[in-house]
């Protein structure tokens, strides 16, 4: 499905990122691993796959910052010569009411939600355009479809995501690049696993399917979108949320 496809992925320690860069390995794909802090967790990811059969490096960078975003793109090209994929999955949250929220809380969410993805497909899109040919995937949320309490920041930085992947899809197409965004919903992961009891009950009574998603069926939309099966989808927002947002 993904076989020799060269894929980066953003924030690949843990959650989300991590589903993805297994099923990508899985399917053939040789994963370059970014992060930030969890160096452990990545360490433990590379042996992972290579006991699958896959192949995987590790890049440390801050992606909110534009040069250490540049550096991680040029490390995946010293190594594969090639970049097919990039997922931007990196994504942090400072959550709080609109009146109590700082300038620091929104800042940093935009800086590293909002601003790393648009550094990566800055400098992927160079060597996509030389390749003609590329898929991008941005990881958005269903936060960024509908606003939530206490989450200004997270909302309107996962709604700019919606925004840069529809430009972005637009500027590209036509050179062979796809950009597409999957819009998680509650899954289960680090962060709600952190969440109270009476959140939780909540959250999934909002949900018509009746559960938290597993990280899997995340990655599952992801492998589709870098997949030749999307080749004719761009510039799309693919909710996978239990119907949460319809």
Sequence with gaps: MLKE???VITG????????????FAEYGAKVVLNYRNSLSQVEELIQTIS??????IAVKADVSREEEAKYLIEEAVKKYNKIDILVNNAGINKDNLLMRMTEEEFDAVMDVNLKGTFFCMKHAAKIMLKQRYGK???????????????????????AGVIGLTKSAAREL???GITVNAVAPGFIKTDM???????VKEASIAAIPMGR??????????????????ANYITGQV??????MVM
């Design 173 to 175: 197409a036509r050179k």
């Design 51 to 56: 006991r699958l059969g896959g192949e995987a």
């Design 192 to 198: 709600t696993d952190a969440l109270p009891d009476k």
């Design 212 to 229: 938290f998603g597993e990280a899997s069926e995340v990655a599952g939309a992801v492998c589709f979108l870098a997949s030749e099966a």
């Design 12 to 23: 690949a320690g843990r959650g989300i990122g991590r589903a993805i860069a297994l099923q």
């Design 5 to 7: 496809k060269i894929a």
């Design 136 to 158: 991008i995937i941005n990881i958005s949320s269903v936060v960024g479809l509908a606003g939530n309490i206490g989450q200004a920041n997270y909302a309107a930085s996962k």
């Design 238 to 243: 693919l909710s996978v949320d239990g119907g």
